[in-house]
């Protein structure tokens, strides 16, 4: 296949993904907008992790909520665990990797706080060991994954939110998640500053 065509192909996948995800992640992004801005309402704060690709888009959603998405307001409270390179190697090293997480909400998160978990599979060890120990301290989780979503979809509980991207490419899926994660940000913004209909 001549290579514009395999491009052309990726944008009509993508394009076709993102069709597919509107309906049936659009009530699941305004729920998991609620629960934040409940969580913010009542002086708690946000916290959110993944690996490689889910590692940037934990900072990203972070630091969206303390800075600004596309409006103006004061910053929110907001943790991306995967920033801290300093934590992160040392709890890989003195105890294991799949807990750089779990640690770090055990030692961060407080009853009422929120984690956003993000995973393509639903299935890495340290964003599953984070969600567990965030449901052990009281902390509501949004998990953000893809494929059939994996141990995290089999660990949902009724306070947390389930959000899997309809995609089995590994791209197709970070190109959800980061959509979704921008329409997150948005919902958020719009019942924060009253401009929800």
Do not use: W
């Amino acid at each position: 296949m001549p290579l514009h065509e395999r491009i052309h192909d990726h944008f009509q996948s993508a394009a076709q993904t993102a069709a597919d995800s509107a309906e049936r992640l659009a009530p699941g992004i305004e729920q998991a907008a609620r629960l934040v801005v409940q969580a913010l309402a009542e002086g708690n704060k946000l916290l959110a992790c993944g690996n490689g690709g889910s590692a940037a888009d934990a900072q990203h959603f972070a630091s969206a909520m303390i800075n600004r998405f596309e409006q103006e307001r004061p910053g929110l409270a907001a943790i991306a665990l995967t920033a801290d390179t300093a934590t992160l190697t040392s709890i890989a090293n003195d105890y294991a990797y799949d807990q750089i997480f779990a640690r770090q909400v055990k030692a961060l998160g407080q009853p009422g706080d929120v984690l956003l978990a993000i995973s393509t599979s639903g299935n890495s060890p340290s964003v599953v060991l984070a969600a567990q120990a965030a449901r052990a301290r009281g902390i509501h989780v949004i998990a953000l994954t893809g494929r059939s979503g994996g141990t995290l979809a089999e660990q949902m509980t009724d306070d947390d939110v389930f959000l899997c991207a309809p995609a089995e490419s590994t791209a197709r899926i970070q190109e959800i998640h980061l959509l979704a994660i921008h329409c997150l940000c948005d919902a958020v913004d719009s019942v924060l500053l009253g401009v929800e209909e």
